[in-house]
C-alpha cells in the first residue's frame, strides 16, 4: 500500500522557519502538501510534480519552497519568515499520473506563536 509519511513540524516564533519532509513508499507524479487549521478547511499549499514543476498558494508565495528527490521519493517544504496564519496541521499528498486516487500522509503540526 501507498504511505507516506511527515516530519519536520513544530513550533516556532514568527518569523521563523521550518523544513517539512515526506517519505512516500513509492514514486508518486505527483505530490503536494496541504494544511488545515482548526475550524477550517483543507488548503493546498505547495505542490510539485516528478519534473519539478511547482505551484503554489499565494498566500505563501516568496516565503515557502517546495522540492523533491526522486531517488529517496521525498519530497519537502521549507516554510520561511512563518506567521501566526500559517499554524495548520501540515498534511502530505500524492497522487499518480493518470491516477483517480488521493493517499494522504497522517500529518505534522506546526504552529507559529510568541
Known amino acids: 500500500q501507498v504511505q507516506l509519511v511527515e516530519s519536520g513540524g513544530g513550533w516556532v516564533q514568527p518569523g521563523g522557519s521550518l523544513r517539512l519532509s515526506c517519505v512516500a513508499s513509492?514514486?508518486?507524479?505527483?505530490m503536494g502538501w496541504y494544511r488545515q487549521a482548526p475550524g477550517k478547511q483543507r488548503e493546498l499549499v505547495a505542490s510539485?510534480?516528478?519534473?519539478?514543476?511547482?505551484d503554489y498558494a499565494d498566500s505563501v508565495k516568496g516565503r515557502f519552497t517546495i522540492s523533491r528527490d526522486n531517488a529517496k521519493n521525498t519530497i519537502y517544504l521549507q516554510l520561511n519568515n512563518l506567521e501566526p496564519a500559517d499554524t495548520a496541521v501540515y498534511y502530505c499528498?500524492?497522487?499518480?499520473?493518470?491516477?483517480?486516487?488521493?493517499?494522504w500522509g497522517k500529518g505534522t503540526p506546526v504552529t507559529v506563536s510568541s
Open positions: 510539485v510534480t516528478w519534473g519539478d514543476t511547482t
Open positions: 513509492t514514486t508518486i507524479y505527483y
Open positions: 499528498h500524492g497522487r499518480f499520473i493518470n491516477g483517480d486516487d488521493d493517499y
